[in-house]
């Protein structure tokens, strides 16, 4: 299993951007799609984005499509998050994840259950 660590969370205010850091342990790192899920208060943790090993194909929740932008660094072993034109309603825990089926099977089932390896999070609250 990979090991990850996010970071980059903060406080921002509406209209702002941060940027998501996730760092992997591990060798393996490129042949892992990768994902982002965010949990808000009181509410279940839900799917962000997504993007398969290569960081050739990426995929967005459509609350979030226009604004944030997922990439990766195989090299460094590191995906991002861009979140920009940030809303009070994107304040969570965001989370990144490695998924444990292919990227063909990913974007058919993209809850909890397609992703094996968890961070510990990272909370990122917008202020009206």
């Known amino acids: 299993q990979v090991q990850l660590v996010e970071s980059g969370g903060g406080l921002v205010q509406a209209g702002g951007s941060l940027r998501l850091s996730c760092a992997a342990s591990g060798r393996t790192f490129s042949s892992y799609a990768m994902g982002w899920f965010r949990q808000a208060p009181g509410k279940e943790r839900e799917f962000v984005a997504a993007i398969s090993w290569s960081g050739g194909s990426t995929y967005y929740a459509d609350s979030v499509k226009g604004r944030f932008t997922i990439s990766r660094n195989n090299a460094k072993n590191t995906v991002y998050l861009q979140m920009n034109s940030l809303k009070p309603e994107d304040t969570a825990v965001y989370y990144c994840?490695?998924?444990?089926?292919?990227?063909?099977?990913?974007?058919?089932?993209?809850?909890?259950?397609?992703?094996?390896?968890w961070g510990q999070g990272t909370q990122v609250t917008v202020s009206s």
């Open positions: 994840a490695a998924a444990k089926v292919p990227w063909v099977l990913l974007t058919t089932t993209l809850n909890e259950a397609a992703f094996g390896s």
